[in-house]
């Protein structure tokens, strides 16, 4: 499994952007998808994830704020995020749970700038 995140950048605080974590390879086997994201200097942090079936949770400080869906014929996780508060600014990761392993992809930079 290989996973493409996109859609970071800069934005103004109470801006909006939408991120994109496109998977490849063997993606029948993938049960879950996560966005984890990773402020400077501090540790790697779960951010939302979504099964299969489409059930999906949000880590507390991003309810009502962050939605992650998924487009299963797109092969393809988002992350809108509306309201964004400078607090946010983070590398955001996605992974991938297939079974017993999971697969990461690179980062994508997210700054909203107060």
């Known amino acids: 499994v290989q996973l493409q995140a996109s859609g970071g950048g800069l934005v103004q605080a109470g801006g909006s952007l939408r991120l994109s974590c496109a998977a490849s390879g063997s993606i029948f086997g993938i049960d879950v998808v996560g966005w984890y994201r990773q402020a400077p200097g501090k540790q790697r942090d779960w951010v939302a994830s979504i099964s299969r079936d489409g059930t999906a949770d949000h880590v507390d400080s991003v309810k009502g704020r962050f939605t992650i869906s998924r487009d299963n014929a797109k092969n393809t996780v988002y992350l809108q995020m509306n309201s964004l508060k400078s607090e946010d600014t983070a590398v955001y990761y996605c992974?991938?749970?297939?079974?017993?392993?999971?697969?990461w992809g690179q980062g994508t930079l997210v700054t909203v700038s107060s």
């Open positions: 992974r991938a749970f297939v079974g017993p392993h999971n697969y």
